[in-house]
T-cell receptor, first 113, second 113 residues
C-alpha cells in the first residue's frame, strides 16, 4: 500500500481566490494523479503529474485553472485558481505503484462561497 | 452514455443481510475491475480487484465479473453497520503503469443495526 497525506482536509474559500492543495507520499512514485469528486458523481481525473515534465490534463481541464507542480518524486500540489461555487468539490490525489492498484489520499473538501 | 453506470442508491439493508452492488459498462476493452469503499470524509480504499471474468472471494466479500454481459457485482455477506459507506466500482483496459481508471458514480450503502 501507500501512505498519502493530503492537506488541507477542508477549506471554505471566497470566490475569485485560489487554493493550493498539497499531496505527500511516503515513498517515491513516478506518477501522481489528481481527481475531482462532485456530489453524486464519479471520480473524474483532472490531470496526471509527472516529475520533471508538464502535467497531462484531461479533456475539460486546463492548466490555467488547475496548475500542478511536481517538484520531486514524493510531492505534488494542485491549485484551484479563480474559484467559483462550481469548483466546490472533493479533490483527491492518487498514486499507482507499478502494475498495482490506485491508492488515494483522504481528500480535500472545498467549498467556495 | 457514461462508460460505467452505477446505481447511486442509497441502499438500506438490515444487519446480517446479503448485499449486492452492481455496475454495468460499455467499453469491451476493460479487463481489470476494482471495488473501492469510501467512508464519509475519507478517500477511497481498495477492497478487491479482479482480472477478466470470474469470481474472487475475500472474507465476507465476493467480486464477480461477467464480461459477456459487461456487468460486475460485489456481494457482501453478513453485512455489518461498519460496512455503511459508498462503494465505487472502477475499471481499466490494462494494468500498464499510468493507465487511468474509469469510476462509477458510487452506491451509498446503509446497514441498519
Amino acid at each position: 500500500s501507500a501512505v498519502i497525506s493530503q492537506k488541507p482536509s477542508r477549506d471554505i474559500c471566497q470566490r475569485g481566490t485560489s487554493l493550493t492543495i498539497q499531496c505527500q507520499v511516503d515513498s517515491q512514485v513516478t506518477m501522481m494523479f489528481w481527481y475531482r469528486q462532485q456530489p453524486g458523481q464519479s471520480l473524474t481525473l483532472i490531470a496526471t503529474a509527472n516529475q520533471g515534465s508538464e502535467a497531462t490534463y484531461e479533456s475539460g481541464f486546463v492548466i490555467d485553472k488547475f496548475p500542478i507542480s511536481r517538484p520531486n518524486l514524493t510531492f505534488s500540489t494542485l491549485t484551484v485558481s479563480n474559484m467559483s461555487p462550481e469548483d466546490s468539490s472533493i479533490y483527491l490525489c492518487s498514486v499507482v505503484r507499478a502494475r498495482t492498484e490506485a491508492f488515494f489520499g483522504q481528500g480535500t473538501r472545498l467549498t467556495v462561497v | 452514455q457514461k462508460e460505467v453506470e452505477q446505481d447511486p442508491g442509497p441502499l438500506s439493508v438490515p444487519e446480517g443481510a446479503i448485499v449486492s452492488l452492481n455496475c454495468t459498462y460499455s467499453n469491451s476493452a476493460f479487463q481489470y475491475f476494482m471495488w473501492y469503499r469510501q467512508y464519509s470524509r475519507k478517500g477511497p480504499e481498495l477492497l478487491m480487484y479482479t482480472y477478466s471474468s470470474g469470481n474472487k472471494e475475500d472474507g465476507r466479500f465476493t467480486a464477480q465479473v461477467d464480461k459477456s454481459s459487461k456487468y460486475i457485482s460485489l456481494f457482501i455477506r453478513d453485512s455489518q453497520p461498519s460496512d455503511s459507506a459508498t462503494y465505487l466500482c472502477a475499471m481499466r483496459p490494462s494494468m500498464e503503469y499510468g493507465n487511468k481508471l474509469v469510476f462509477g458514480a458510487g452506491t451509498i450503502l446503509r446497514v441498519k443495526s
